[in-house]
Structures are given as C-alpha cells and as structure tokens.
C-alpha cells in the first residue's frame, strides 16, 4: 500500500533552500552586472525574452517574477493574462534560450519544489 504525498507550501526547510539559491544568483549576477558596466568596452546585448512558465498560481508567479526583477541585470516585465509566459528583460542576452534555461532551472524549479 503506497501513501499519498501531502503537499507542504510551507516546508521551513524548502524555504531555507529556496534563500540560499536566490542569494547565490544575486551575488553571481551582481558580479556579471559589475563586470560589464566596469568595462572599458561596455557592449550590451540587452533584450525582452518570453519565458514559458511551468507555474500556474498567482503566489508562484508572483514570487518568481520578484525574484526575477531583484536579480541584477534582469527586470520581470509582464505576465501573461493565462500566466503560461513571463517577459524578462534582460541586460546581456547571450541567447534567449540560455536565459530561459537559467530562469526555469535556477529559480522557477526551486520555486516549484518550495510551493508544491
């Protein structure tokens, strides 16, 4: 007989988790940010990117989309009336994948596991 798994939004430890993640990407792009606008060769490649979402909630949503604009160098920008899309601008768009990439899996898949 297998047991169902009760979902725990409120898991103290996924939260603890869920910070030092998000500490961790605001030190590593605080640095990026400083890199570029110190250069004596400031080259851009800014951009808006639509980030397909895998959360639904508005709590979700929003929590990620907060993430988003406090990390350095990226600004949440809009959200779909569906909330299936996130628009992000983006300081240095290398590739627009490689930033839906780094979203997704650097701060919307911690945020899935802390709301689940």
Same mark, same amino acid.
């Given at each position: 007989m297998t047991q169902a798994v009760t979902p725990q939004p409120w898991n103290p430890w996924r939260w603890l988790v869920l910070g030092a993640i998000f500490l961790r990407e605001l030190a590593l792009s605080s640095l990026a940010v400083m890199r570029v #606008? !110190?250069?004596p060769n400031? #080259?851009?490649?800014?951009?808006?990117?639509? @980030?397909?979402l895998r959360l639904r909630s508005?709590?979700?949503v929003t929590l990620l989309a907060d993430m988003v604009t406090l990390t350095p160098g990226t600004?949440? !920008?809009? @959200?779909?009336?569906?909330?299936?899309i996130l628009y992000v601008h983006a300081m240095e768009v290398e590739s627009p994948e490689a930033v839906r990439r780094d979203i997704a899996e650097k701060l919307e898949a911690p945020v899935l596991? @802390? !709301?689940?």
């Open positions: #606008t !110190l250069s400031l #080259t851009m490649r800014p951009g808006i990117i639509a @980030v397909p508005a709590a979700g600004t949440a !920008l809009h @959200v779909s009336e569906d909330r299936s596991r @802390v !709301l689940r």
